[in-house]
């Protein structure tokens, strides 16, 4: 499994991998924002730890469709799904991990410098990235379900983001809002800070067992 | 057949690399002997240069970021040029020099948004501001990285060279738009204070350093500038040399 | 070891492909399952592979003791596709494939030598995808004997190879059976195997029955 890890990490960042495009396409996202709504600096620091986790979660979508899709065009994914169940389910943690790892991690890091295009306080902009770093994993599991129903389809990247967004409602929620705790007084920052963990890791748990099932479906 | 023409094709074309290898080669040293000995004179005279009055120490700043917001302009345009000749010469160095100038660009263009955000702090208060001229120069970097991502997303180079070298001609309007735009658009960022048609508006004092430093940033980009293409020569010329050594081996001749 | 199918149906949507298939494979001993386009030779292959569900009937691998043991830790399969990428070297794909693929049982053969026995010695250190057609489909070849395991299924395994490597595949099939492996191969071209079984896919399509009923 450590193998995959590997494997995966290093077509991520080989010519042609797509570990720098979510970054970038982070950094785009962010960056129209003050062009739709106006340049008003203290508007955009009140609005600015929602628009990341936006473009957080948009990013996160963006390279979610090839998760499965570039195993089965080159018959890789053959082997992945000929395992034992548990060995299935194994696999599907370590894509979606090796996903994260390749596009979320460098999102969370990111964060910082777009706080700052916001004008976000130092304080917030940490919040920000405390819970993205929380709520990005949930993001990579759960959207490797819908990155396996989707495998064998044509156009299926837009249909992943479809499916998954609606379960990734629950992320934003309390992703945006452990951050707004953190800034704002009286409301208190642990609570929805722990439901978003919690909702991580359920997702870890859920998310890899659904794809599983999903994939062995699917083969044909 | 046509695979042997083909290869031979692609090393007469290396024949004017060659010749470029050569040059650079013997050019480099000096080219990299100079900018550092006027980096350093540029950056004796900046420290020296008198404190303003109204902005203290931090104009210094100026200095690194002004050149830097120079030079990120200049390498677009460098890379604009070398498009052209992609476009229209179909040269393959043209296309080695507009991609290895990518990355430079975008570290340049990145200095100047640091330091001109460290600099923004004390004079206006807050790190960013999404005003005209900041906004283009922040856009100006999106391209390069994006770019730079264009290049990444196809392993062969000859392929990546045209697409590349059209967004890169659309995107050059956005170098007028960025010089223009403190004119254009009453905005924070001051106005030209050097290159005008009316002469500089800034004190002799202050101007000797900035284009001593200018010049030193120039030279700093061709030094880096002409070591990337050697990489990307050679680096292409690896890649060549493995695809030929893939069909040589095992009997095979088909590509 | 031994391998039985019993009494397989392979349909895909609502036409049955074959029926009744049945046959059983002892060590050293080869399968060659032949039929028109469409007869469902990959389908039988994917469904003994376990990628397909089988609408009835079995397949059993046992081991010598008689034990039924799961087919996917104990066979390989090698698709229409060759299962590489494209921005790996050679060795690092074939290296993949050796650590997530090993068992405790047995060893394969190291990288390297895997890529001898397909007479690619050199190639290891390129990117996959710098290689022709045909020497890809060879590497693919090679990702069966760094893992060893005892029934090979291949699906269309000379496609993309000329005269020569289809030689050298026939051999390193023949290795195989020699040291007690079993194989199944769907193929239009003759393998050059002696000791092979046939089996004659015919394809001839109906729809399967009770579909019409369960429709109209």
Known sequence: MMALLKRDLAIATRSGGAAMLGVLFFLAVVAVIPFGIGPDLNLLSRIGPAILWIGALLASLLGLDRLFQADREDGSLDMLVMQD?????????VKSLAHWLATGLPLVLAAPLLGLLMNMTALSTGAVMLTLLAGTPAISFIGAVGAAIAVALPRGGLLVSILVLPLA???LIFGVSASYAAVTDPDPFLPPFMILSAITLFFAALGPVAAAAALKGASD | MSDTTASQGWFTSLANPTRFLALSGRVLPYLAAAAVITSVIGLYMSFTAPEDYQQGITVRIMFIHVPAAWLAMMCYSVMAVASIGTLVWRHPLADVAAKSALPIGAAFTFLSLLTGSLWGRPMWGTWWV????????????L?????????????????????????TLVGFINIPIIKFSVDWWNTLHQPASVIRLDGPTIHASMLYPLLVMAIAYTLIFFTLHFMAMRNEIWRRR???MRRQAAQSIGGETRP | MQAVATKLTGRRGDSLLFEDVSFSL?????????????AGKSTLLRMLAGLLPAESGTFVLSGDDGVAVPVAEFAHYLGHRNAMKRELRVSENLGFWKDFQRSEAAEGLSIDAAIEAVELGGVAHLPFGYLSAGQQRRIALAR???????LWLLDE????LDRRSDQLFAALVRDHLAQGGMAIAATHQPLGLDDTRSLVLAGRHRAASGSVESWS
């Open chain 1, 85 to 93: 169940w548990f060995g299935l389910v194994a696999t599907v943690f």
């Open chain 1, 169 to 171: 409602i629950p992320i």
């Open chain 2, 130 to 141: 999404w005003d005209a001229r900041l906004t283009s120069v922040f856009v100006l970097l």
């Open chain 2, 143 to 167: 391209m390069y990285l994006g770019l730079m991502a264009l290049h990444k997303a196809m392993d062969d180079p000859a392929r990546a060279a045209r697409p590349a070298a059209v967004l």
């Open chain 2, 238 to 240: 690896v890649a060549a």
């Open chain 3, 26 to 38: 002892q060590r050293g001993q080869a399968l060659v399952v032949t039929g028109p386009n469409g």
């Open chain 3, 144 to 150: 069966l004997l760094v893992v060893s395991r005892p």
């Open chain 3, 157 to 160: 395994p000379t496609a993309a």
